[in-house]
């Protein structure tokens, strides 16, 4: 099965560059998919199932706390790895994330290197 990864910012430049940073993983036969709301975060999640989310929090209709609970409490899709990937850097907001399932909190600006070498690590490239 093709494994895809999922793009969820509202920020359409984020997205550019966060697809732009995990290009390479498209080569190798990756499917990047991309949303731009929590609200068509989950749509994507229920028809797609990638198996890697890269998530901001700060969102309209649905924040990325919330699309992060929906997705490992709700739905109870624990294989899905989720990397909170946001401005914020405060110790409470890094605590959130990981209460609400993430697997990895990451700060914006963000490394496009780190950010392929984590994707990679997950997809076990």
């Given at each position: 099965?093709?494994?895809?990864?999922?793009?969820?910012?509202?920020?359409?430049?984020?997205?550019?560059?966060?697809?732009?940073?995990?290009?390479?993983?498209?080569?190798?036969?990756?499917?990047?998919?991309?949303?731009?709301?929590?609200?068509?975060?989950?749509?994507?999640?229920?028809?797609?199932?990638?198996h890697l989310i890269f998530l901001d929090d700060m969102?309209?209709?649905?924040?990325?706390?919330?699309?992060?609970?929906?997705?490992?409490?709700?739905?109870?899709?624990?294989?899905?790895?989720?990397?909170m990937l946001t401005a914020k850097g405060q110790e409470?907001?890094?605590?959130?994330?990981?209460?609400?399932?993430?697997?990895?909190?990451?700060?914006?600006?963000?490394?496009?290197?780190?950010?392929?070498?984590t994707a990679r690590t997950f997809l076990s490239i």
């Amino acid at each position: 099965m093709q494994p895809k990864v999922l793009i969820v910012d509202d920020e359409p430049h984020i997205r550019l560059l966060i697809e732009q940073a995990l290009e390479d993983l498209a080569d190798e036969g990756v499917e990047l998919l991309l949303a731009a709301d929590g609200e068509q975060a989950l749509e994507i999640i229920r028809k797609e199932n990638p198996h890697l989310i890269f998530l901001d929090d700060m969102m309209p209709k649905m924040n990325g706390f919330d699309v992060c609970q929906v997705v490992k409490d709700e739905l109870g899709l624990q294989e899905i790895r989720v990397v909170m990937l946001t401005a914020k850097g405060q110790e409470s907001n890094i605590d959130k994330g990981y209460e609400v399932g993430a697997d990895i909190y990451m700060t914006k600006p963000f490394d496009p290197d780190e950010l392929l070498a984590t994707a990679r690590t997950f997809l076990s490239i």
